[in-house]
């Protein structure tokens, strides 16, 4: 019986005609068939799968890779995290100031009711309704923070999670992921880095390098007698 790389149709229409008609030499040796041919499509996907990771080891020996893990990878969550953190408490104080800001427009209204003349309290209520609801569409804006809390929040799980995926896979490589050096820079990728722009100085690294930037600057001042 000729053999297939792939199971088709025909091979399982002969294995229930087999088996309808009590056949159970010929249905036994179709099921063999069709099993080595499942087998045969497994290996070539195990094989494909085996070659890619191997690729994929042997690519890890390219020091880009190792610095991106461990330094690019934990530099972006944490930025992330900022983010995180920064637009929930934005958001909070939003919302407090909003809630500040109608009881007090509120206690406003009771105070100047009696004070305006009878024919312009028509225009003092429609002046504060209109803050009213504004103020109101503000706090009910905020909900955005949930929203993009939520989706940083899994952004930053997926992306440690093929942190700790990349750093397995450099202790399998048999990298030491500990020695891995700091970014080598030169003063020309130093001024190009600074003029793309990273954002503020929100991470422990980053922070830790304004820090001696600082101290370089005063040393500096010092000697020049300022």
Not at 199 to 211: F, H, Q, R
């Amino acid at each position: 019986m000729a053999s297939s790389t792939h199971i088709n149709k025909q091979n399982v229409k002969s294995l229930l005609e087999a088996l309808e008609q009590g056949d159970e030499t010929r249905a036994e040796a179709l099921l063999d068939e069709l099993t080595q041919v499942r087998e045969s499509e497994l290996f070539q996907q195990v094989s494909s799968l085996t070659h890619n990771l191997h690729q994929t080891l042997e690519g890890l020996g390219d020091a880009e890779i190792l610095l991106q893990t461990k330094h690019d990878i934990p530099d972006a969550t944490e930025r992330l995290e900022y983010v995180m953190t920064a637009t929930e408490e934005a958001s909070n104080k939003t919302l407090e100031s909003s809630e500040r800001a109608l009881a007090a427009l509120s206690q406003l209204e009771m105070l100047m009711s009696p004070l305006v003349a009878e024919e312009d309290k028509a225009l003092l209520s429609e002046c504060t309704a209109t803050l009213n609801s504004e103020l109101t569409n503000i706090m009910l804006a905020q909900s955005f923070q949930d929203l993009t809390g939520q989706v940083l929040n899994r952004v930053i799980l997926v992306i440690s999670s093929l942190e700790q995926s990349l750093i397995a896979l450099i202790h399998e490589s048999g990298h030491d992921y500990d020695a891995i050096p700091e970014r080598a820079q030169t003063d020309e990728q130093k001024k190009a880095d600074q003029m793309k722009g990273v954002g503020p100085n929100v991470t422990d690294k980053s922070k830790e390098d304004l820090a001696e930037t600082q101290e370089d600057v005063d040393d500096l001042l010092a000697g020049l007698g300022l």
